[in-house]
């Protein structure tokens, strides 16, 4: 099966799918004057056949377990390790919100602040670390919204329920982050 797109002279856009040669008829057979009416006709019946859901599935899978275990490693792996343990993952010294933001200094220093991360899955990256450091996606979505540690992350988009909201880390955040990790105390 092939899928083809073409635009016709009013603009519309119109896909089929199909064999080759099915494509290649229903382009022939509708070359004449009567393919904006067609057009017309096809559009509706496609859209009215299009799940919405596959769309919203596309978007959430956008960062696959794999990376997410990436980070982990990451995580207990890197340069920093050490510091990261002593100042970020101690219960005692470091705050939920300073938990939350590692995942996404990680992405920045790292995988070169390649893409943004939900807080679904960083509760996810929380929970792999150990179960003294996890965070639940509540706390997670108040540490990155509601605190003061809001100024050091940016949306992709405006937060709206139902809707995941891909985060990364300012270059404001980048310097807390590093400030915390080299046991400075933070500007705010």
Do not use: W
């Not at 859209?47 to 990436?70: F, G, M, R, W, Y």
């Not at 893409?115 to 899955?121: L, N, R």
């Not at 509540?138 to 949306?155: C, E, M, P």
Request: net charge positive.
């Amino acid at each position: 099966m092939i899928k083809a797109a073409f635009n016709l002279p009013n603009g519309t856009l119109v896909t089929i799918e199909g064999t080759q040669e099915e494509v290649k008829d229903l382009l022939d057979h509708y070359s004449g004057s009567s393919l904006v009416e067609q057009s017309i006709l096809d559009k509706q019946k496609i859209t009215a056949k299009t799940p919405k859901k596959e769309a919203k599935s596309n978007i959430s899978s956008e960062v696959t377990t794999d990376t997410l275990n990436q980070i982990v490693n990451c995580v207990k792996s890197c340069p920093e390790a050490d510091a990261i343990e002593k100042y970020v993952l101690n219960k005692e010294i470091s705050s939920e919100a300073n938990r939350a933001l590692l995942p996404l200094y990680i992405i920045h220093e790292y995988l070169n602040n390649a893409f943004g991360i939900t807080t679904v899955e960083i509760s996810k990256i929380t929970t792999d670390l150990g179960p003294k450091i996890k965070i639940s996606r509540q706390n997670v979505l108040r540490a990155l919204a509601r605190s003061s540690a809001s100024k050091y992350v940016l949306g992709d988009k405006t937060r709206k329920v139902g809707t995941a909201t891909r985060y990364t880390l300012n270059a404001r955040g980048v310097k807390y982050i590093k400030s915390i990790l080299a046991n400075e105390k933070p500007e705010n």
